[in-house]
Structure formats: structure tokens, C-alpha cells
């Protein structure tokens, strides 16, 4: 089945900076690549997705890159927020969705 | 529409005992996978149900079942609890041939004693 390794498991950046977490995935049909934010005692929430046969996606100051060949893809978030604090989950997708283990990301203000 | 809804809300159960959780899906949504999520880390993909069938299973014991029904909702069911079973646990609907992402239930917490 589908592995998904997702790095760093935590990050703490100062408001304003750029944050990059980075995840790659084993299954090569896997062909959908969703980012969930999960903040404490809540369900994880949608923030972004990319579709195998798209590079990059963004969204205001949040993108995603994808390089299939290398199975890895990665979220960049510019100019953090307090915020963007939450755990990040990345989840590689063929019929369903496979889990990283998620990054605690911290903004300090 | 009142998105993706599980009961309970929390549980607690004795070790050796059996529970049934809840799902009602996204209006819309034909698709409804479950997850178990251990404190710090990500939800681990149990099953999916799709056409009132399981269509795909994670590397769980047959001691976690599911159901699901014509109106698409969907049941977890655990037996013989463990104390590692203490988890929240997390319902997702989509619309199968949706290409978004799936939409997450609330989640129930589960406490095996």
C-alpha cells in the first residue's frame, strides 16, 4: 500500500517567514496529493490540493509543488500568520487517501 | 447542509467490549472512509465504503468492521477493545468521482479503560 513520509514533525518560524514542509509518497499511481491544517480538539480542515498532472498550485500565500517523477511534493506558506499555527497533514491519494504523520507548525509572534 | 456528522461525540468503554460509531456523510457524498487518528499522530485509513461495500481496508484486525447503508451513512465497529483502540476516530465522505478532496466528520474519541 501507499507510504507517505512527511518532514519536518515540527517547525517553528517567526511571523512573517516563509514555512516549507515537505512529504513524499511511494505508490506512483497515487495521483491526487491534498493538504489538511488540523488545529487542537478540531477535524482536519482542506486547505490545498494538487492533481498529478499539475507542477504547482497556488492559492494567496499558500502553494504546493509537485515532482512526480521523484514522488515528492511540498507546502509553502509565505509570510506566516499566528495564526497558520496547526499540524499540517500532506495525504497521497489513489482511491483514498494515505497519511503523512503530520508537521506541528509553530508562528511566533 | 450540515456537512459530515459522527456520534457519539466521546465514548468510554472497557477493555474487552464492543462499540459501534456513527457517520452521516456530506449531502452529496457517496463515499464514506474511516481513520483512526493516535494522539500526535496523522489518521490511519482503516476502510472506505462505497455502494454499501468495503471497497478498500487498511492494515487493521478483523476486529474493526463497518457498514454502510442505502443513505450512505456508515458504521465503525470494533470488538474485543484494546486499550490501544483509544483513538479519535474520523469519518470522510466524498463524491466518488469527485476529484476534490474528502471532507471530515468531527471525529468520536474513543477511551478503552
Known amino acids: 500500500g501507499e507510504n507517505v513520509e512527511q518532514h519536518p514533525s515540527t517547525l517553528s518560524v517567526q511571523e512573517g517567514d516563509s514555512a516549507v514542509i515537505k512529504c513524499t509518497y511511494s505508490?506512483?499511481?497515487?495521483?491526487?496529493f491534498p493538504w489538511y491544517k488540523q488545529e487542537l480538539g478540531k477535524r482536519p480542515q482542506l486547505i490545498i490540493d494538487i492533481r498529478s498532472n499539475v507542477g504547482e498550485k497556488k492559492d494567496q500565500r499558500i502553494a504546493v509543488t509537485l515532482n512526480k517523477t521523484a514522488k515528492h511534493f511540498s507546502l509553502h506558506i509565505t509570510e506566516t500568520q499566528p495564526e497558520d499555527s496547526a499540524v499540517y497533514f500532506c495525504?497521497?491519494?489513489?482511491?483514498?487517501?494515505?497519511f503523512g504523520a503530520g508537521t506541528r507548525l509553530t508562528v511566533k509572534p | 447542509d450540515a456537512g459530515v456528522t459522527q456520534s457519539p461525540t466521546h465514548l468510554i468503554k472497557t477493555r474487552g467490549q464492543q462499540v459501534t460509531l456513527r457517520c452521516s456523510p456530506k449531502s452529496g457524498h457517496d463515499t464514506v472512509s474511516w481513520y483512526q487518528q493516535a494522539l500526535g499522530q496523522g489518521p490511519q485509513f482503516i476502510f472506505q465504503y462505497y455502494e454499501e461495500e468495503e471497497r478498500q481496508r487498511g492494515n487493521f484486525p478483523d476486529r474493526f468492521s463497518g457498514h454502510q447503508f442505502p443513505n450512505y451513512s456508515s458504521e465503525l465497529n470494533v470488538n474485543a477493545l484494546l486499550l490501544g483502540d483509544s483513538a479519535l476516530y474520523l469519518c470522510a465522505s466524498r463524491y466518488r468521482v469527485s476529484p476534490r478532496g474528502a471532507f471530515f466528520g468531527q471525529g468520536t474519541r474513543l477511551t478503552v479503560v
Open positions: 505508490d506512483s499511481a497515487s495521483n491526487y
Open positions: 495525504a497521497a491519494t489513489n482511491n483514498d487517501m494515505r
